[in-house]
């Protein structure tokens, strides 16, 4: 059985090291908002070459807290991509303001930033792109319609920990970087938890209060905030494996490198495009013929996923917003032919010819 991450095989690999910060933290009884949160986020800070990052719970209440905190809400509007996670839109609606999507290029599946301008309007206040699959965002375009139209840009960069645009890192690029570490993340816990990196110390201060109802001291409450804390068992985990973040990431370009070469002229493969360091937090493969190879793979006791088989404009959920099938035709040919296969880190080499091997053959 080949399965999309292989977190027990990892784990094996760390035990020794996390079970040691565990104890450590169970021992020291502080269990919320403790040194270690304070370590991993210099740490993360420092990676980023920023000043600051801000632990929360949640890669999604991560986009919620840097939407509110960069003052968007009712009757706003967020430009972003259909084709991601739900929590991305979510998470502009938990504000208030509303999602415009705009559809996707069709190599990188991240939002197209030549049909951006037609969709700014005067309630437009921010452009959210997401770094999809690890693959970065057209960020110099992006940033030169946000500074035209006076935008804020917030990255959602839950699947690219360590994806880098000419040097500079995602989250270190627009006003803010909105980090998940849901444990199948390029970096994950083992539970819940979210970051966002910020250059700006009015806001990050901001940030703080609102993750921890709105206090600022102890029991004063400035404003009504929400309860949104990493907590110190996760980022004790975090701290282990964010030693190993830059070797992990290197290791899954490894394994793209040769699926690519195994794969090539016989499905559409991800693209890297020039000035991107790619951390494949998918590989992701596009076929008229997805369906077919899910199947046979999974005759094969090997496990694939669809990221993402609907589109959000065509979600029950998102009806309201009033779109329709054929709104993003790009999109939805992406969720109609993806199809992601097994990507971590540890994968073996003779697992990935085997995928290749089969995928050849239904081709
Ligand atoms: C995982 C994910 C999120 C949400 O992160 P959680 O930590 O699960 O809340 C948001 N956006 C994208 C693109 C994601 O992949």
Known sequence: MVPMVDLKRQFQEIKGEIIHI?????????????????????????????????GVASGTDALHLAIDALGIGEGDEVITTPFTFFATAEAILY??????????????????PEQIPAHVTSRTK??????????????????????????????????????????RTVGSIGDAGCFSFYPSKNLGGYGDGGMITINNPRLSALIRELRNHGARGSYRHKRVGYNSRL???????????????????KQRRRK?????????????????????YHVYHQYTITSRKRDRIRQTL??????????????????????????????????????????????????????????????????
């Open 231 to 249: 907590d110190e068992l996760q980022a004790g985990i975090l701290l282990v494996k964010f030693k190993y973040i830059d070797d992990y990431n």
């Open 256 to 276: 793209a490198h040769l699926y690519n070469t195994l794969l090539r002229n016989t499905v559409q493969c991800p693209v890297e495009k020039e000035g991107a």
């Open 22 to 54: 565990l104890t450590e933290i169970l021992e020291s009884s502080h269990y919320v908002l403790g040194p270690k949160v304070s370590a991993f986020e210099k740490k993360v800070a420092e990676f980023h070459g920023l000043r600051e990052a801000i």
């Open 95 to 112: 504000t208030g303001a509303t999602p415009v999507f705009v559809d996707v290029q069709p190599d990188t599946l991240n939002i197209d």
């Open 126 to 167: 921010a452009i959210l792109p997401v770094h999809l699959f690890g693959h970065p965002c057209d960020m110099n375009k992006i940033l030169r319609i946000a500074k035209k139209h006076r935008l804020k840009v917030i990255e959602d960069c839950a699947q690219a920990f360590g994806a880098r645009l000419n040097s």
């Open 298 to 363: 999974k005759e094969n006791g090997i496990s694939s996923v669809v990221y993402y088989p609907v589109p959000l404009h065509l979600q029950e959920a998102m009806k309201f917003l009033g779109y329709r099938k054929g709104d993003f035709p790009v999109a939805e040919k992406a969720a109609r032919e993806v199809l992601s296969l097994p990507m971590f880190p540890e994968l073996e080499e003779s697992a990935i010819e085997k995928i290749a091997g089969i995928i050849k053959n239904i081709v």
